[in-house]
């Protein structure tokens, strides 16, 4: 199993514990949530290629840097939402694509049901956004599409994952780099990540 980067910095850590902790609010969930999303994209994005561009300042010409591709956000309805809420003001540019995937309870196996993803997914450094991964399942259904529709560089961005999610994962996508906030102990009967932070959507949205 190739092994996810794990961002520990105590920002991280400290926005993850508020995330975690059951009386939060959902105000503060979702505050909390995009603070973390931000640090984690960030480092998510720290070997991106830039081109060389040119700049006048106020008092002369200089070098600065822009993206060398397009970067699109892919959210996984509807939880990651709370994370490309907090990244998109950080790339404002980004083109943003959704992939719907519910769960079935009753298995636990991923259940497609809406997709809309751009057409330049072949040229542009690809971020799948979801706050857990428990399974796999969601995950691994969402990087097929993307593949498919044409996808060479994609970065899945997780708050929470456990042993058993990284390992299903990596079997199917070992060429996409995970990066998240905690590797946890593993799943419940129910699969959900223990400790977790129970269902991230519902905590997010309220609902």
Same mark, same amino acid.
């Given at each position: 199993?190739?092994?996810?980067?794990?961002?520990?910095?105590?920002?991280?850590?400290?926005?993850?514990?508020? %995330? !975690?902790?059951?009386?939060?609010?959902?105000?503060?969930?979702?505050? /909390?949530?995009?603070?973390?999303?931000?640090?984690?994209?960030?480092?998510?994005?720290?070997?991106?290629?830039?081109?060389?561009?040119?700049?006048?300042?106020?008092?002369?010409?200089?070098?600065?840097?822009?993206?060398? !591709?397009?970067?699109?956000?892919?959210?996984?309805? !509807?939880?990651?939402?709370?994370?490309?809420?907090?990244?998109?003001?950080?790339?404002?540019?980004?083109?943003?694509? /959704?992939?719907?995937?519910?769960? =079935?309870?009753?298995?636990?196996?991923?259940?497609?049901?809406?997709?809309?993803?751009?057409?330049?997914?072949?040229?542009? =450094?690809?971020?799948?956004?979801?706050?857990?991964?428990?399974?796999?399942?969601?995950?691994?259904?969402?990087?097929?599409?993307?593949?498919?529709?044409?996808?060479?560089?994609?970065?899945?961005?997780?708050?929470?994952?456990?042993?058993?999610?990284?390992?299903?994962?990596?079997?199917?996508?070992?060429?996409?780099?995970?990066?998240?906030?905690?590797?946890?102990?593993?799943?419940?009967?129910?699969?959900? %990540?223990?400790?977790?932070?129970? =269902?991230?959507?519902?905590?997010?949205?309220?609902?």
């Amino acid at each position: 199993m190739d092994s996810p980067v794990v961002v520990s910095h105590p920002l991280a850590q400290i926005h993850l514990t508020e %995330i !975690r902790r059951v009386n939060t609010t959902c105000g503060q969930f979702r505050w /909390h949530l995009q603070r973390l999303a931000e640090i984690l994209f960030i480092e998510a994005t720290r070997h991106l290629k830039t081109s060389a561009i040119r700049v006048q300042t106020p008092l002369a010409e200089t070098e600065g840097a822009a993206f060398a !591709r397009p970067i699109v956000l892919v959210p996984i309805l !509807r939880a990651g939402l709370g994370l490309q809420e907090a990244i998109l003001p950080l790339v404002p540019d980004a083109i943003v694509a /959704h992939v719907g995937i519910a769960r =079935d309870e009753a298995t636990a196996q991923p259940m497609p049901y809406y997709s809309k993803l751009p057409s330049v997914l072949a040229q542009a =450094d690809v971020f799948l956004l979801d706050p857990m991964l428990a399974t796999g399942g969601s995950a691994c259904s969402a990087v097929n599409q993307l593949k498919e529709a044409g996808a060479t560089s994609i970065t899945f961005i997780c708050v929470v994952s456990c042993p058993h999610g990284l390992q299903a994962f990596a079997a199917q996508h070992p060429d996409v780099p995970v990066i998240t906030a905690a590797v946890d102990d593993g799943l419940n009967d129910r699969c959900y %990540i223990v400790p977790g932070l129970g =269902d991230a959507g519902d905590r997010c949205f309220g609902t």
